[in-house]
């Protein structure tokens, strides 16, 4: 399962790893799914390290020890192609990165820009963290007949 995750998902799981955020990185970092993240979404977490009173340097190895792939940044062309399925124009990069990278789910807690775009968008499939915790461990039981 390739996940790509919003940058919002990232700092709260790093500044609470028990909670949906948390064990959506874990997951990432275990392996259990591939987790996704671009350029773009890195250098907007780095910049926002000192909301979980991580520094720079310190959420910089956080990232890469959990994706282990970053990807490039999309293109402005692919980005402004997303852009008229966003209310804010600086969210048409994730849109972007998600077709780019053929991504199954995308997960974000950004309410007002992404997670309002549920269901509305074909081939696009936008969950919370915690939605993506239920929907793994479903699958998961399922796999193991349980």
Do not use: W
């Not at 199954?104 to 775009?117: A, E, M, N, P, Q």
């Not at 269901?119 to 963290?129: C, S």
Request: hydrophobic letters at 40%; a positive charge.
């Amino acid at each position: 399962m390739r996940v790509l995750f919003n940058a919002s998902v990232i700092i709260a799981g790093v500044g609470s790893p028990a909670g949906g955020s948390g064990a959506a990185l874990e997951l990432a970092k275990r392996g259990k799914i591939v987790g996704i993240v671009s350029e773009l979404i890195v250098n907007e977490v780095v910049s926002h390290a000192g909301k979980v009173k991580k520094d720079e340097v310190e959420m910089q190895a956080i990232v890469v020890e959990t994706f282990r792939e970053v990807t490039l940044a999309p293109s402005k062309s692919q980005v402004e192609k997303q852009a008229v399925h966003v209310t804010d124009p600086g969210d048409a990069h994730i849109l972007a990165t998600y077709m780019n990278e053929k991504c199954d789910l995308l997960i974000t807690l950004d309410k007002k820009h992404l997670l309002v775009l549920q269901g509305k968008l074909k081939g696009v499939e936008i969950l919370t963290p915690g939605q993506l915790i239920g929907k793994f461990y479903r699958v998961e039981g399922k796999r193991k007949g349980e």
